[in-house]
């Protein structure tokens, strides 16, 4: 770990009246990986949208590698690679195209071998040809990982990388995901999944209602809440990263 | 279907039988054809396409990219714009193969530049369309009944047989403007007050549709 990858400050999104973030801080360092769980509605994914320039932030600050994604945008999006939670890319387009396309974008020119090796690296190398919604849902999720990594970025967001998943696809998924980090990349990633979150993160944030009210290792998180009586109060024997989710986070269900 | 078929059925089909001299002349006929193609471009075919991929998230999926926004839209208009200069090649050359309309070289690159200006007009009330319209299959619906108004004005516009008032609003419609350059273009009529006066309109048109859309477009999917 030599620096901070993102730092966020004082961050607050809303949508007219309602507060969709309010005020959450994070540091992410190089090379970790840090998740963002919380419940349906606690402000994931607006946080995420903020730090790839989709929405603008009520207030606060956010730097990527130093670089002020407000004041420079288009810097700090060359230095992101981004998976959205729902993504589609052009439907006339064939899969070599649409590396080409953002690997372009990015200013990365791929030969035409390089995109075959790339897309045999993640096992598509027989569906080059074939559109984006003729792949399976495992296939297109590789598909949007590979392009959010093309042009080697330091930070990766992944918003609910491994929704909708069967098993295999899903560990398929973290493996990819565990090269990126090695390879010394850093990756913010929202997600439901406890399992997901213990299997792959070094630290973890549980958010609720806009704001972020916990952060640690995982191991760390269950340590500090063991003896919460919420969490007690939930918890079906041994406490678990889930019963300190929904210890911490409450019951009730969002939509 | 709508953008190459419809335009040169309309072209072979208004000169059969009687239609060709209740209509208008050869010139009417390919200007018929052309803005039927312009309209099918710019006002269902363009705004379906920007709504279908807004839905789908390619938009966002393009704007978390270091491309500046006003990029991906005007290569989404440089597309449109390819569409209609090929629509309006194979309009001339059917015309002129088949139908046997053939114009003066210069008539030729004129119409083809009126055609361009037109296109301008129907991409902007297509673009207002889906600035306006959040879901996609609305916005094929209000496309699909837009259409109909838009081509049946501009089929009246030099004619008072449905009344002055009619007339008057037809020769005014964007349609009705793009006939009138059209059939200037074509060398049909000569250029005259009215033809500036159909080429100010069409630029208020466009800008005033432009404006719309570009104030009111959404990236992502409400």
């Known amino acids: ?255 | 279907m709508l953008t190459f078929a419809l335009p040169l059925i309309l072209l072979v089909a208004t000169g059969l039988g009687k239609n060709s001299a209740v209509l208008g002349g050869p010139a009417f006929r390919i200007s018929l054809a052309l803005t039927v193609g312009l309209v099918s471009i710019g006002t269902v075919g363009y705004s379906l396409a920007i709504a279908r991929d807004r839905d789908t998230g390619v938009f966002q999926r393009l704007r978390v990219t270091p491309a500046p926004s006003w990029t991906i839209m005007v290569s989404r208009w440089i597309v449109q714009l390819g569409a209609v200069l090929v629509m309006a090649i194979v309009v001339l050359v059917v015309a002129a193969v088949f139908v046997g309309i053939t114009l003066r070289p210069q008539n030729y690159l004129f119409t083809v530049l009126i055609a361009l200006l037109g296109s301008a007009v129907f991409l902007s009330i297509g673009q207002a369309i889906v600035g306006l319209i959040a879901s996609a299959d609305t916005l094929n619906a209000a496309g699909r009944l837009l259409y109909v108004p838009l081509i049946g004005l501009s089929l009246f516009g030099d004619s008072d047989r449905l009344g002055t008032t009619v007339e008057l609003v037809s020769r005014w419609s964007p349609g009705g403007c793009l006939e009138t350059l059209l059939s200037a273009a074509m060398g049909a009529t000569a250029w005259s007050g009215q033809s500036w006066g159909a080429l100010f309109a069409s630029t208020g048109y466009t800008l005033l549709f432009a404006v719309i859309g570009i104030r009111w477009f959404q990236w992502g999917a409400r």
């Open chain 1, 1 to 255: 770990m030599t620096g901070l990858a993102l730092q966020v400050r004082d961050l607050h999104v809303s949508y007219g009246p309602m507060r969709a973030v309010d005020g959450i801080s994070l540091d992410i360092n190089e090379g970790e990986i840090f998740g963002l769980l919380g419940p349906n509605g606690a402000g994931k994914t607006s946080t995420l949208s903020a730090i790839e320039g989709l929405l603008k932030p009520t207030s606060g600050s956010i730097l990527i590698r130093q670089v002020d994604v407000r004041a420079n945008p288009r810097k700090a999006k060359a230095l992101i690679g981004v998976q959205l939670q729902s993504t589609s890319f052009q439907s006339e387009l064939k899969i070599s195209e649409i590396v080409k396309l953002y690997a372009g974008l990015y200013g990365v020119p791929l030969t035409k071998p390089a995109i075959f090796d790339s897309l045999a690296e993640i096992h598509l190398g027989d569906e080059a040809s074939r559109r984006f919604s003729q792949l399976s849902g495992g296939q297109q999720k590789r598909l949007s990982l590979l392009i959010a990594t093309i042009h080697d970025p330091p930070l990766v967001l992944l918003d609910e990388p491994t929704s909708g998943l069967d098993p295999q696809a899903r560990r398929q998924l973290w493996d990819r995901i565990e090269r990126i980090r090695k390879s010394g990349r850093s990756i913010l990633l929202t997600t439901h999944s406890m399992e997901e979150a213990q299997s792959v993160c070094d630290r973890v944030a549980i958010m609720n209602r806009g704001k972020i009210l916990t952060v640690d290792t995982p191991a760390g998180l269950i340590e500090k809440h063991k003896k919460d009586p919420n969490v007690l109060a939930v918890a079906r024997g041994q406490v678990t990263l889930e019963d300190v989710f929904i210890g911490l986070t409450g019951r009730e269900l969002r939509d």
